[in-house]
């Protein structure tokens, strides 16, 4: 299974929801990611795990909330967003977690479209 | 933070043309690696090219890697309809950290 799942495909949410996306992978990769992508931007890091701890957090607001409860499935808790966050959520995965030799490639799920209103 | 900055940020070509992407990076890299994007969804890795690599082919892409200009490119050959797509390079420094250039949005026409 050489594949990255996530869920749902589409989000919409009121600005004092509370939700959650999910990502699941079975390949036995060490490190997962999530990434946040605006229309006709590239996606941009979020967090980090690395074997199931939080390794990186690119000062993201603490409205996001990521949670890794084994080493195959990775959540994001949101709550109280903005309409600014309305973007497309990716979920990645790689074998190998950052710092630990040369750069392997990652796997990516088709996102989650995220809109807020 | 975007490290690569690619060009041309849009590319529209006929079917059997061949398509050029580059992507230029600011700090030393480890690798540079390709990703193709469909419209909304996912990314694909395409290759992955290392700092002490000059060329590699796969298919019908063919990257280059020059370290001492901070510059890389992606030749599609033949082109497709299918080939569609945004296309992005990722420079990472020590380890998998991934920084995506903006992107070629690449139009093929049938």
């Known amino acids: 299974d050489t594949e990255v799942t996530q869920t749902p495909k589409h989000l919409v949410m009121g600005m004092t929801n509370k939700k959650s996306l999910k990502c699941e992978q079975h390949m036995g990769h060490r490190a997962m990611y999530w990434y946040k992508q605006k229309a006709k931007k590239p996606p941009e890091l979020m967090f980090v795990?690395?074997?199931?701890?939080?390794?990186i957090n690119e000062s993201v607001p603490s409205r996001f909330s990521p949670e890794c409860p084994n080493s195959s499935l990775l959540n994001l808790h949101l709550h109280a967003l903005q309409p600014e966050d309305s973007a497309l959520y990716l979920c990645?995965?790689?074998?190998?977690?950052?710092?630990?030799?040369?750069?392997?490639?990652?796997?990516f799920g088709p996102g989650t479209r995220l809109t807020v209103l | 933070s975007q490290q690569g900055e690619e060009d041309p940020q849009a590319l529209s070509i006929q079917e059997g043309e061949n398509a050029t992407m580059n992507c230029s990076y600011k700090t030393s890299i480890n690798n540079l690696q390709w990703y193709r994007q469909n419209s909304g969804r996912g990314l694909v890795h395409l290759i992955l090219i290392r700092s002490n690599e000059r060329e590699k082919h796969s298919g019908r892409l063919r990257v280059t890697l020059d370290t001492s200009k901070k510059s890389s490119s992606l030749l599609i050959t033949a082109s497709r309809a299918a080939d569609t797509a945004s296309y992005f390079c990722a420079t990472g420094p020590a380890g998998n950290m991934l920084t995506f250039g903006g992107g070629t949005r690449l139009m093929v026409k049938p």
């Open positions: 795990y690395s074997y199931e701890k939080l390794s």
């Open positions: 990645a995965s790689s074998q190998r977690v950052p710092g630990q030799g040369e750069g392997n490639e990652q796997f």
